[in-house]
């Protein structure tokens, strides 16, 4: 049984992505207690699924890393993976919240040695690679994960894999009994950080993500650049496993459009002349990006960014929104129809791979307490919301900067909310 | 008009005024969308994306007198993806009517013959003869072909005699609705509405 200890003067952090973690870090930093909720079996939430960050091109894990040791140091915080929220009561300085924990069948004794992989043979979709490649029914979600604990695929229990992976486990970490928990803990104030998930690509019928095997998605695309990861960090395509050097990037793929998504998502321009230079990486000269665009908004102090990537002669602006793709067969390319604006000149583009720059909308649709949101979903700041803030992209489509400054303006709103309980109760 | 070069254009002003849903036009972001989904695109003097630019621009007599809104067939791609929701379809419909009001229309394009052919077919009776602007249609490009047209759809027609979904009588008066004098003067008071709404703009 998980046992928590919690008051009106804990904060509740849902969402343990990088703003999660960031503003249940720096609220438990001040001395306050703080208990973090995530849905996965790890946290870090998406940029734990980035190949590198703009703008500095470093490695997301570093990044992670620093909050991950700060939460280990942390005895203010607990972390609770696995869990979900399913219902909100009370008021700001006095909630009560129910909390369902899923099963992850491995207990803290796990030293994911690896024993119980290495005896099971059924795969599942790696959610963790977006479904491009399969892991084992048990599993470490990727490779530094927090907590560092193997989890057990929940469609592998009952058969006989399950059993011999708990055959295998030497250390007595394997608990096929374990069940679906119903806590219920109180709460002073709640950050609600859960997030955004990527537009669902094959909505956009006219780009057919889910007809052509070479139209792929910005996130999947973080993916392939991952030593560890579905092709292991080699640029090549799913149809055929060929090299991927003509990559066509097609920007507000479900953004500002009012048949999909009305905002502008903001980070894509970013990630896709970001991504620009993986290609770059991998193939140097040989490298030939096309970027369709309708205009180009690299966020404020980005714009070096841009001019960084616009003198690279390898990639190539096309001022177009794409109106189709369809495929050319033979050779398994997709072909980017449109006008281009400048010129007004009419194109049928093959690429060898299309990377559409999906936008990002809400992860959570549905609240389990009545939220004040704006007409995209995002959280507003607002007094109706009582003590409960959002944080990171929960509000709005932010990059990593905007988002951890979000988190950190939201832990400062929770810890005047529980200090005022805390005074009240002498 | 000042030096300013992206200012000079009293045209939008007029379009917004004098066309059907021609105040939407301001809200094309040129993305180009309707341009690459148009199936008749490739032939086209200009597309949508192109003819918006050109009435923010001013460009009065290259717009009304090009074939370009005449071409559209009303297939809806354009309106399906357009991004900003602009009735593209109906603003260009709304653009070949108004080029024809003025008297600006090509003469010689095809679709514009044919609305003409209609439109005086059905306001002859207030129903539309189908064998007549059917021979009519046939014959807008001269005798021989007119000849040959017919010669090849010969068996539809005969097809249609029979099953009765078209009368040899037609050819001769023809069907109309009953009160006629009072469609005219419907008609003629429809119009006169329409000629009021119209705001004068120099050419
Ligand atoms: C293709 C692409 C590339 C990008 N590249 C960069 C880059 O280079 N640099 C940069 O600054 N930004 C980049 N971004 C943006 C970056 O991913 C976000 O800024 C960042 O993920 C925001 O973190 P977050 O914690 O707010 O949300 P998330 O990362 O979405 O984390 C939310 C967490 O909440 C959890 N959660 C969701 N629902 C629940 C629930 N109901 N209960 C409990 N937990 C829940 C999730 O599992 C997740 O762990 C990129 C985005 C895209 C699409």
Not at chain 1, 26 to 45: H, P
Not at chain 1, 56 to 84: D, F, S, V, W, Y
Not at chain 1, 237 to 245: I, L
Not at chain 2, 86 to 100: E, N, Q, R, V
């Amino acid at each position: 049984m998980t046992e928590v200890i919690a008051t009106n003067e804990t904060i509740l952090v849902v969402g343990g992505g990088i703003s999660g973690m960031t503003a249940a870090l720096e609220a438990a930093e001040t001395g306050k207690q703080v208990i973090l909720v995530e849905k996965r079996a790890y946290v870090g939430g998406r940029v734990s699924q980035l190949y590198k960050y703009f703008p500095k091109l470093c490695h997301p894990t570093c990044g992670l890393e620093i909050n991950q040791r700060r939460a280990k140091q942390n005895p203010n915080l607990r972390i609770i993976t696995m869990a979900e929220v399913s219902d909100v009561n009370g008021e700001a300085g006095d909630y009560s919240v129910k909390v369902k924990i899923s099963p992850r069948y491995v207990n803290d004794n796990c030293t994911a040695c690896g024993d119980c992989g290495r005896a099971v043979e059924s795969e599942f979709d790696d959610e963790y690679n977006y479904g491009l490649s399969k892991h084992k029914g048990a599993f470490l979600p990727h490779k530094n994960a927090y907590p560092y604990q193997y989890a057990i695929d929940p469609a592998m229990i009952g058969t006989d894999d399950a059993t011999k992976a708990k055959e295998a486990c030497k250390v007595d970490a394997i608990d096929l009994d374990m069940a679906e928990e119903n806590i219920e803990l109180k709460a002073g104030a709640i950050i609600w950080a859960t997030g955004w998930r990527p537009y669902d690509a094959a909505k956009i019928q006219p780009y057919g993500y889910d007809r052509y095997d070479n139209v792929i998605t910005s996130v999947e695309f973080e993916r392939l650049m991952d030593q560890a990861g579905p092709t292991g960090g080699k640029l090549i395509r799913p149809s055929d496993g060929k090299e991927a050097k003509n990559v066509a990037f097609i920007q507000c793929a479900g953004s500002r459009d009012r048949n999909h998504l009305t905002h502008c998502s903001r980070i894509c321009c970013m990630a896709s002349l970001k991504q620009s230079t993986y290609v770059d990486e991998q193939f140097g000269d040989d490298a030939d990006v096309s970027i369709y665009y309708i205009d180009i908004r690299a966020i404020d102090r980005f714009e070096d960014f841009y001019k960084k990537v616009q003198a690279n002669d390898n990639v190539k602006f096309i001022k177009s929104k794409v109106a189709s793709i369809t495929l050319d067969k033979a050779s398994q390319n997709p072909i980017l129809n449109g006008v281009d604006t400048e010129g007004y000149h009419r194109y049928a583009n093959q690429h060898d791979l299309v990377v559409l720059a999906v936008g990002m909308e809400p992860s959570v649709a549905e609240f389990p307490i009545t939220l004040t949101t704006n007409s995209n979903g995002f959280i507003e700041a607002d007094d109706s919301n009582g003590a409960i803030f959002g944080a990171g992209c929960s509000t709005d489509a932010l990059d990593v900067n905007r988002a951890v400054q979000s988190a950190t303006a939201s832990a400062l709103r929770a810890v005047q909310v529980v200090n005022k309980v805390a005074k009240a109760e002498g | 008009m000042s030096g300013n070069k992206y200012k000079s254009t009293s045209f939008l002003k007029e379009v917004e005024a004098n066309v059907e849903q021609g105040d939407w036009v301001k809200m094309c972001m040129q993305c180009g969308v309707c341009a690459g989904s148009c199936p008749l695109g490739n032939h086209w003097e200009h597309t949508p994306q192109k003819i918006f630019m050109m009435i923010r621009a001013g460009k009065r007599d290259e717009v009304l007198t090009s074939d370009a809104m005449w071409m559209c067939t009303s297939c809806y791609n354009c309106i399906v993806r357009c991004p900003r929701e602009l009735p593209i379809t109906h603003i260009m419909h709304g653009l070949a009517t108004y080029s024809k009001r003025l008297g600006l229309a090509p003469a010689n394009n095809p679709t514009q013959k044919f609305a003409e052919l209609f439109w005086k077919n059905l306001t002859k009776k207030g129903r539309v003869n189908e064998l007549k602007l059917g021979i009519a249609l046939y014959f807008m490009n001269g005798i021989g072909e007119g000849i040959k047209t017919s010669l090849k759809m010969k068996d539809i027609g005969l097809g249609m005699l029979k099953t009765k979904r078209m009368s040899v009588a037609e050819m001769f008066g023809g069907h109309g609705v009953k009160d006629k004098s009072g469609f005219d003067a419907m008609l003629k008071k429809a119009f006169e509405i329409e000629e009021a709404k119209l705001k004068k703009f120099d050419s």
